[in-house]
């Protein structure tokens, strides 16, 4: 237990083994997660404040949007990163906002397909070109190489960490 209050996650690490700028590196990125997590997420939320959505909403419909028409509620669910329960919720919302339609997978009864109507991508459209303004600005500078190189270094640690997760 740590007496200074710092969560065991973010707290300073010892350097022992002949690994020290492996593990230094590692450990900065996978303690800057949840910081650069939080405040994209407070800029992102500001970007799109004016289109008058709750931010869980906001995300149904943008990820709705990417995955594009027919969308499955089990991939939105999980690349919005909430529980079946809060989506059937968010998509209540949705429907009730006149923003997107549930409607049976033709191939699987089981599951639900989910599409936006012309309000839902209208709103999409607009938040994701003022995401696109947010990103410029926040990228500005930094070579597209080095952010290519950063998502595909997330997107590897995701893969491992689910992977890891599974395992026997």
């Known amino acids: 237990m740590c007496d200074s209050g710092l969560n065991f996650l973010t707290m300073e690490m010892n350097m022992t083994d002949e690994n020290t ?3 230094r590196a590692a ?8 910081p650069v997590r939080r405040a994209w997420r407070q800029a992102a939320v500001e970007a799109i404040r ?4 709750s931010v869980s909403l906001a995300a149904v419909v943008l ?4 995955i594009g028409p027919m969308a499955q509620q089990k991939h ?3 690349e919005v990163g909430i529980n079946a329960a809060a989506l059937v919720r968010m998509l209540d919302k949705g429907e009730e906002s006149g923003l997107l339609v549930r409607a049976d997978n033709p191939e699987d009864r089981r599951s639900k397909i989910i599409s936006l109507l012309p309000a839902g991508k209208t709103l999409a459209i607009r938040m994701e070109e003022k995401l696109t303004r947010l990103r410029r600005r926040l990228f500005d500078g930094v070579p597209p190489d080095q ?3 950063a998502a595909r270094v997330l997107r590897l640690l995701e893969e491992r960490c689910q992977a890891f997760l599974v395992q026997d």
């Open 21 to 23: 700028e492996f593990n």
């Open 27 to 34: 450990f900065d990125l996978t303690t800057a997660l949840q």
């Open 50 to 53: 004016d289109d008058d959505i």
């Open 63 to 66: 990820m709705i949007y990417r």
């Open 76 to 78: 939105i669910a999980l």
């Open 147 to 149: 952010i290519n190189t």
